[in-house]
């Protein structure tokens, strides 16, 4: 359709049905093919779309099924120069598969490339190679299709990449743990496809996960900061780590703009809110500058004592 709106509406609809039914969605193919006139299974091909394209018009109806678990995302083997500009296909890029899609857009389902014999994800002969590129970008289920011995190379690939380190057992078993969690709500014994509401199937990154985390830190955070955030009046607001949907909550409960984190040096009065949800990203933060620090609001969500309140500006324990 060439309506962003409508595609995310009728699209979503279209995967909830598919979820009642005990049939896992799969939206393809990311960050979106636009009018391409020519056929990836043919080509290899090139997509010049600006940023700003791809959000006003590409990324809409995936930004919404983002918001569906369990679900699965196919990225498209498109070469896109403005997010990775090593000019690989989409499959095989780091930038587009972490960076965009499990972190600017918060991506939780699988991620399941397409054919990998299609020429457009390279030449057959660099089948190998392939599968073990798109497993280390990012993709959790590989997609070999029409031959068992293709099949048989991309298993022997994968144990050779475990065997020389390019790939780790943790890395495999992070995608083991993924498939097993989708296969945990689709099996879950209360889902009747016939009873089943949107209530029961949104488990998190929901339009309704995302009011109840709204009301969460309105009600703990809007008060608590005041202090904090009056220091700061002068200054700008940043939101570390970047996340599409806390950023656009945190303005709603601050009521002032908040942009991501800027690799320039902050003036005085900037304030930096770091809302901290993993383990690994409390260790990258405990890592920073003091100077960085003291420009710090912590608001820790992993556990007591992930974040020790010193020598940052403020800290806020809140376990949603």
Not at 26 to 44: C, R, S, T, Y
Not at 50 to 62: A, E, N, Y
Not at 109 to 129: F, N, Q, T, W, Y
Not at 159 to 182: F, N, P
């Amino acid at each position: 359709g060439s309506d962003p709106d409508q595609v995310a509406e009728i699209g979503s609809a279209f995967s909830f049905g598919l979820i009642r039914a005990r049939v896992l969605p799969v939206a393809k193919h990311f960050p979106g093919l636009g009018d391409i006139p020519n056929d990836p299974h043919q080509e290899m091909i090139r997509r010049s779309a600006s940023d700003r394209h791809l959000w006003q018009f590409d990324l809409k109806p995936f930004l919404e099924f983002t918001q569906i678990f369990p679900s699965a995302i196919m990225p498209s083997h498109l070469i896109y120069p403005q997010i990775d500009p090593r000019l690989g296909p989409g499959t095989f890029s780091k930038s587009l598969l972490h960076t965009w899609l499990r972190g600017k857009l918060n991506f939780h389902g699988l991620v399941i490339s397409d054919d990998l014999l299609m020429k457009g994800a390279g030449p057959r002969e660099d089948l190998g190679e392939n599968v073990v590129a798109a497993l280390t970008a990012g993709v959790d289920l590989v997609m070999v299709s029409w031959s068992a011995n293709s099949q048989a190379r991309a298993l022997l690939a994968v144990r050779q990449a475990l065997q020389d380190g390019r790939l780790t057992a943790q890395m495999l078993r992070e995608k083991i743990e993924r498939v097993r969690k989708v296969k945990r709500v689709l099996g879950e014994p209360a889902l009747q496809p016939k009873l089943a509401s949107n209530k029961q199937l949104l488990v998190m990154e929901s339009p309704r996960y995302a009011d109840l985390t709204y009301e969460i830190l309105k009600r703990n955070i809007a008060a608590s900061p005041a202090p904090v955030i009056a220091t700061r009046r002068s200054g700008q607001i940043y939101l570390w780590p970047s996340d599409f949907r806390l950023h656009w909550q945190l303005e709603r409960v601050l009521h002032k703009r908040v942009q991501p984190l800027p690799k320039k040096p902050l003036h005085e009065n900037d304030l930096i809110v770091a809302i901290v949800k993993t383990r690994s990203e409390a260790r990258e933060l405990t890592s920073w500058s003091p100077a960085l620090k003291h420009h710090v609001w912590v608001i820790n969500q992993v556990e007591p004592g992930a974040v020790a309140a010193k020598p940052f500006l403020s800290k806020t324990d809140l376990y949603l």
